[in-house]
């Protein structure tokens, strides 16, 4: 197995069919059903220097559902870099501290710079424009999941891609890992100045997959499978690129576009946060409680996913099994008040 996970491209097939089985064994444990102490005793340092919500706690929750325990850090002013510490002093330093460490920066290419100063397990949090590649295991985890559940296959499915598709590093992993798989149909809608980099529809096209550019969601879309739309990452523009810069209704994922432009059984998911203001032209919230919208059972399946990264990385993902108890605590038998039995 990998020593990292820095990017989708250290990841082969069987990588990722190894993740997903271990993630399967890890949902008892992320749903509150059964305890492990397989990490009691490790130690996460997670080394987030870009602003974060989910994706931190996230990984805090994996690990510590696995018994570890976390140290955290956030953002650049409670750090020593601060006061110029480089990457690799940083590194070797939270390495004599922590049996895996967790980071994100706003710079691309900085995880693995960080990474290469140290044998402790280093995964990529997110860097800058770069790539996200647990969010795109647990994104694919969500397709899988949700496929089984309507009887679909992988194979031949449309997936549909729109918003921020040049900065939005989440597509970017997401679209390396689904091209791993069987010849698909993906379709990239984004705003102009902002489509998918061209060496990464290269790569998909050239193992097979079929890939069409628009420019617009005022089109038909009966027969896509999955939506998944990003926010517009606007912190990352340039000067000249946020002068002027406006988004049409014409990038809205709502109700209105699902009804009148998909089918039935059309997923829709998001990386979030989703821009919920009125005129942020993101994913609506008017979704809220449709059983098409995927997102809040996608952020649920970055435990179990996460909680593999973890297993694998430490090499504890054959003990599970050995080291399971039932909780003794109250769970609710649905985290949201709006979420549904399917």
């Known amino acids: 197995m990998i020593s990292h996970l820095l990017s989708v491209d250290s990841l082969t097939r069987d990588h990722v069919d190894h993740l997903m089985r271990v993630a399967a064994r890890m949902e008892p444990i992320a749903q509150r059903r059964q305890v492990t102490r397989v990490l009691e005793g490790a130690v996460l340092g997670n080394l987030f220097f870009e602003a974060s919500t989910r994706t931190r706690v996230s990984f805090n929750a994996a690990f510590c559902r696995l018994g570890g325990s976390v140290c955290d850090t956030t953002g650049f002013t409670f750090s020593s870099m601060a006061k ?100 698909l149909r993906i379709t990239l809608v984004a705003p102009p100045g902002l489509e998918m980099p061209s060496h990464l529809v290269d790569l998909v096209t050239s193992r097979g997959h079929r890939v069409e550019q628009r420019d617009s969601l005022a089109q038909d879309y009966a027969d896509v499978d999955v939506v998944y739309t990003t926010r517009i990452q606007k912190e990352r523009f340039t000067a000249e690129m946020s002068e002027g810069f406006s988004l049409s209704r014409d990038f809205t994922v709502d109700r209105a576009f699902l009804d009148r432009r998909c089918g039935r059984d059309t997923l829709v998911m998001h990386p979030l946060p ?69």
Request: glycine share 8%.
């Open 84 to 183: 110029g510490e480089s990457l690799y002093d940083t590194s070797r330093v939270m390495s004599g501290y922590c049996d895996a460490i967790v980071m994100r920066h706003p710079e691309l290419g900085s995880v693995a710079e960080f990474a290469a100063a140290t044998n402790v397990p280093v995964i990529n949090g997110g860097d800058g424009p770069g790539e996200h590649p647990s969010q795109a295991l647990l994104d694919f985890y969500t397709i899988d999941k949700e496929f089984t559940r309507l009887g679909k296959k992988l194979a031949g499915a449309h997936v549909l891609m729109t918003g921020d598709l040049k900065f939005g590093r989440t597509v970017h992993s997401l679209i390396k890992l689904l091209s791993l798989y069987a010849p």
């Open 274 to 342: 989703r821009d919920s203001r009125p005129d942020a032209n993101d994913l609506d919230v008017d979704l809220n409680g449709d059983p098409r919208l995927a997102i809040f059972r996608q952020t649920d399946n970055g435990i179990p996913v996460r909680m593999a990264i973890f297993a694998t990385l430490l090499e504890v993902d054959e003990l599970i099994e050995q080291d399971l108890r039932p909780v003794r605590w109250f769970v609710p038998a649905r985290v949201g008040v709006d979420d549904r039995e399917l």
